[in-house]
């Protein structure tokens, strides 16, 4: 079993960047796909970004494409969610998640999930 911790949110003006942090516990990330998710109050958890285990895959969804990154530093077990000119319209509880098997965006397939970090943007 691998436990995550997400960390790095923050209340940030629109315009501004941030960078998540998914830090694994209990077993290494190498061998696990990572998904990130966002959860907006009121709304259902939606895909951000996901990246395979060797890192050379990754993929986006329409409203982050050209302003997130997603990275993985295999040495210190971490992923990364860099998110750039960010928007209001970004808030929501961001979550990362990891399974094996094939890489995926569809959040029911994920496996091992984190508690979520807070991302707020203010306009």
């Known amino acids: 079993q691998v436990q995550l911790v997400e960390s790095g949110g923050r209340l940030v003006q629109a315009g501004g960047s941030l960078r998540l942090s998914c830090a694994a516990s209990?077993?290494?990330?190498?061998?696990?796909?990572i998904g990130w998710f966002r959860q907006a109050p009121g709304k259902e958890r939606n895909f951000v970004a996901a990246i395979n285990w060797y890192g050379d895959i990754t993929y986006y969804a329409d409203s982050v494409k050209g302003r997130f990154t997603i990275s993985r530093d295999s040495a210190k077990n971490t992923v990364y969610l860099q998110m750039n000119t960010l928007k209001p319209e970004d808030t929501a509880v961001y979550y990362c998640?990891?399974?094996?098997?094939?890489?995926?965006?569809?959040?029911?397939?994920?496996?091992?999930w984190g508690q979520g970090t807070q991302v707020t943007v203010s306009s």
């Open positions: 998640a990891a399974r094996t098997g094939r890489l995926s965006i569809l959040s029911y397939e994920y496996t091992y």
């Open positions: 209990g077993r290494t990330l190498s061998s696990y796909h």
